[in-house]
């Protein structure tokens, strides 16, 4: 098998106040240093995020990188916990203001541009990929959504009194993790806890802080085995 067949096709999900057009900036060297391995395809985020007061920006999900966000139009987001529509990933609440939009742009996409390998979510993404990956184990997502890993950089369990049941039982998706020590969004054991729901799953903790390092040692080990894996079948 050769040519870009056989090449691992990962869909990205971009964190809060960020959306597809900015996070394929953000993750341009990893898509370089893997592009004879993995084809990125981008989802974006159906709801748009207010913009900052600034007197709140030190405090806000995604205040870290998301400069490119200034244009307005591209700060989006996958849910809110707040009926302000906002969102803040240590605070609990018992709404998830815009998810099943949300969870309605992933079915298209699975179904228009699918099938992927694997899905890739960055800060708020990559709690939304958890409850994907939770989903798809307890057979309550659409059947066009179906992928076979799943990365999570600088992620989180969603503490949506909605999405609590979703964390019931281990999932047992292979899983790669990345974070920081120094995340001031996200707490190491913020962190942690995500990682401790998955059981097959390699996990890289650096030292820096709210966004992906896309060196390409941290992530060739996983994604080797994933594309060595996809082509022995």
């Known amino acids: 098998m050769s040519g870009s067949n056989d090449k691992l096709r990962i869909l990205a999900l ?3 106040r960020q959306s597809d057009i900015v996070f394929r900036s953000k993750i341009g060297s990893l898509r370089k240093n893997f592009k ?3 084809e990125f395809f981008f989802a974006r985020a159906p709801h748009v995020v207010p ?3 600034n007197d709140k920006k030190d405090d806000d999900e995604e205040k870290t990188g998301e400069e ?9 987001g996958w849910w809110f916990n707040t009926a302000d529509r906002a969102f803040k990933a240590i605070v ?3 709404m998830s203001v815009g998810f099943e939009d949300s969870l309605k742009v992933i079915e298209k996409i699975f179904q228009e541009q699918g099938p992927f390998d694997g899905v890739l979510g960055f800060s708020q993404g990559a709690s939304f990929v ?4 939770a989903m798809q184990q307890k057979n309550l997502a659409h059947p ?6 799943a990365i999570m950089v600088c992620g989180f369990k969603s503490l949506c009194e909605p999405h609590a049941k979703l964390y019931d039982e281990k999932i047992n998706l292979p899983a790669f993790f990345v974070y920081g020590t120094t995340d001031r969004l996200i707490p190491t054991e913020t962190a942690e806890a995500l990682v401790n729901m998955f059981t097959n799953k390699k996990v890289f903790v650096h030292d820096e802080g709210h966004y992906i390092v896309g060196k390409k040692h941290i992530y060739n080990d996983f994604f080797s085995e994933m594309y ?6």
């Open 36 to 38: 004879r391995k993995i």
């Open 92 to 94: 609990p609440s018992n």
């Open 144 to 149: 066009s959504i179906k992928f076979k890993f």
């Open 68 to 76: 490119a966000a200034d244009s307005g139009k591209e700060s989006r």
């Open 130 to 133: 958890s409850i994907l990956c």
């Open 14 to 16: 971009h964190g809060f």
């Open 51 to 53: 913009p900052l007061e």
């Open 228 to 233: 060595a894996i996809k082509n022995s079948n």
